[in-house]
């Protein structure tokens, strides 16, 4: 099993700063940014533009007055100035927020360059802010439904999404918003018709992807200082667009599928990107030609085999490498050698698992691919080479995605065959996400479930003895077999070992981990619920539809004499809160007592007095026999609530207020 230490990914670094940083360092040489020359003193104007966006405006109507008076400043120069790298960043920075007037010149002035500016490497960050805030300005408020959380669970927005906000929320007039429109579209074919141009032009290739997704409804913010990406699927939200819009986007697909060199596309990291934005704009607006587009990248490309010449390549690479590693010798190279001549061959390989953009492209299909397409994926490049595909740094996260999206039991079921033998080697590699999808797999999908848990209590060595088993639950929070696991008293949760442990309580008979939990001495459980990856295991022990009442509460009642422990902690706090909604009403208040008995310390923490002032412990004080009436009132009115949404339940402080009183 991987060490802690070691595997630990360092935290990336700033790139806004790191780019201040360098920018100002460079001024002192004369050298005022990459690009168009700027003088100094438009250079010292913009940079303090970035640091004070960067240090953050208190409100919108600041943004706004900023971005117009940067704007004014831009006047008859707005091609040289957005071609350096200082003034392009500032301007992509705050033209969310600039008024119709500004943002109309530079459509004109960009619209009668566009050619250069779509190929330029700082104006056409520009260009690309362009095409986004001209999109939400012309779609307006027409979100599709079901997008926002909940009031009472929304975080506090961030930049992108308060430019966001601003731009659909601000009337403006019904003529802007048309040119917006026609901005979005006249960028959209001047593209298509320059498709040979910029298919593999760096700069023009990130415009085109943002003006497909815009085509179809699909807003993924560009933010200034930021990497782009790779989280369109966790940031983008839909909205209502023109029909003719998507036949637009249609002719994209349509015209690079007759390309004579269509089959190289995956392999080259900006035409791979581009397919695969096409993907994920299709499953929106066509599955039936994205099945068919799917299925021609599967066919004619992905399918295949390496050549000479491309095994030459890649060899020259690794040669490259190898030369530059030190050679280091020890007792076991001769037991190492016997063992690569008895291993069994790797199995041959499509070319699509050789490249990385390829890859990239495979998963982004299989996230969108229907039932059958995906089948046919597994089937074709995934089949009898599975195991292997999961124990190799650069494919273990394509087979993860096949887990993750799989749709049919029969493929599930023979990818399980191919991976049980292999799931204590992938823990010892620290291919841990496999394993954790495969019991995401088995959950969802509802197969395989028995001989899930009986694999991973072969992998971590607990199977076959009563004692031994008994630390099955141990051995899977930290992902580590039986020898070491019971040697570490630490508190330590594996990411992926609470993710499996979640999806065991949630299987159709998880109790012999609800036994090995319920086992637990209560000192040491409340180390493991009190981390940040333990505390989310309550949450599925308590929601669970296969743990009965019994096992909840007697998990309950353990966790007695540390209800305070928790409290007072951010992570610790969320479990407490569990318990509560899930406890019998004596048990409630038992809780209450025991919080109250130490009211000071919980009053101490900002977790515990949360949880003091949610529970009304103060009342409690005054009188349990009337707190506790009026938790009953309160459950009664919950549950009205829940058969007839038109009346609203009451408050806390309504149901208590006579009391308070």
């Known amino acids: 099993m991987p060490a802690d230490g070691n595997n630990k990914r360092k935290r990336p670094k700033k790139k806004g700063n790191r780019f201040m940083r360098n920018a100002k360092g460079f001024a002192k040489q004369g050298i005022f940014g990459r690009g168009t020359h700027i003088d100094d003193g438009q250079f010292n104007y913009f940079i303090n533009i970035l640091d004070a966006m960067k240090a953050g405006l208190d409100d919108v109507e600041e943004r706004v007055n900023m971005a117009n008076n940067v704007f004014d400043q831009t006047k008859d120069q707005e091609i040289h100035l957005s071609s350096n790298q200082i003034v392009s960043k500032a301007l992509e920075s705050l033209i969310g927020f ?170 080259k990291e900006h035409s791979s990107a581009l397919i695969g934005v096409i993907c994920l704009a299709l499953s929106v607006i066509d599955k039936t030609m994205l099945k068919h587009f799917g299925k021609k990248i599967l066919m004619q490309s992905m399918l295949k085999p390496e050549t000479d010449e491309d095994k030459k390549k890649n060899g020259e690479g690794e040669e490259e490498e190898e030369e530059e590693k030190i050679e280091i010798k020890d007792e076991d190279d001769e037991e190492k050698k016997n063992e690569d001549t008895n291993a069994t061959p790797p199995p041959t390989l499509p070319k699509v698992f050789n490249y990385a953009s390829s890859i990239v492209l495979l998963e982004s299909l299989i996230n969108v691919a229907g039932a059958k397409l995906l089948t046919q994926i597994y089937a074709m490049l995934f089949h009898s080479r599975i195991a292997y595909l999961a124990k190799q740094q650069q494919t273990n996260f394509a087979v993860q995605r096949m887990l993750q999206h799989i749709k049919e039991v029969p493929d599930l079921e023979s990818i399980f065959t191919e991976l049980q033998p292999e799931i204590e080697a992938l823990l010892k590699m620290g291919y841990t996400g496999v394993v954790s999808s495969l019991s995401a797999a088995c959950l969802r999908l509802g197969t395989k479930q028995a001989q899930m848990i009986s694999s991973l209590q072969s992998a971590l060595h607990v199977q076959g003895d009563k004692e031994k088993s008994k630390m099955f639950f141990q051995c899977l929070i930290k992902l580590k077999p039986l020898e070491i696991a019971s040697k570490d008293e630490s508190a330590f949760v594996h990411l992926h070992g609470s993710l499996i442990t979640q999806h065991i309580l949630q299987f159709n008979k998880p109790i012999f981990l609800v036994n090995c939990i319920l086992d637990l001495p209560a000192t040491q459980l409340t180390q493991i619920v009190n981390t940040p990856n333990g505390s989310h295991i309550v949450d599925a022990f308590m929601q669970s539809k296969f743990i009965g009442e019994k096992s909840r509460e007697r998990l309950i009642r353990q966790l007695e004499g540390f209800y305070v422990d928790l409290a007072i902690t951010r992570h610790g706090s969320r479990v407490l809160d569990e318990c509560f909604k899930a406890s019998q009403e004596a048990q409630k208040v038992r809780l209450a007592k025991e919080l109250c008995a130490k009211a000071n310390m919980l009053k101490g923490s900002p977790f515990g007095r949360l949880i003091y002032t949610k529970y009304r412990l103060e009342t409690y004080k005054l009188s349990p026999s009337q707190w506790q009436a009026s938790l009953e009132k309160l459950k009664n009115t919950d549950q009205l609530a829940n058969g007839s949404k038109k009346r609203s339940a009451p408050s806390a402080a309504e149901l208590f207020k006579d009391i308070i009183s």
């Open 98 to 267: 600039v008024d119709d007037v500004h943002l109309e010149r530079y459509f004109q002035k960009f619209g009668d360059n566009l050619r250069p500016m779509c190929s330029d490497r700082f104006a056409s960050h520009v260009l690309q802010k362009m095409v986004e805030i001209a999109f939400l300005r012309g779609v307006g408020k027409n979100k599709l439904s079901g997008q926002e959380p909940p009031t009472s669970k929304r975080p506090k927005p961030d930049a992108a999404e308060v430019e966001e906000a601003y731009n659909l929320d601000t009337e403006f007039s019904k003529e802007h918003v048309e040119n917006c429109r026609q901005f979005v579209l006249r960028i959209a074919k001047f593209l298509l018709n320059n498709l040979e141009d910029f298919v593999w032009d760096a700069c023009a290739s990130h415009i085109m992807r943002t003006a497909i997704l815009c085509l179809v409804g699909i807003h993924v913010p560009k933010i200034a200082f930021e990497k782009g990406g790779t989280e369109i699927a966790k940031h983008r939200r839909m909205y209502q667009v023109p029909e003719d819009w998507s036949e637009v986007m249609k002719e994209f697909p349509q015209r690079l599928e007759l390309w004579p060199h269509f089959e190289e596309f995956p392999y």
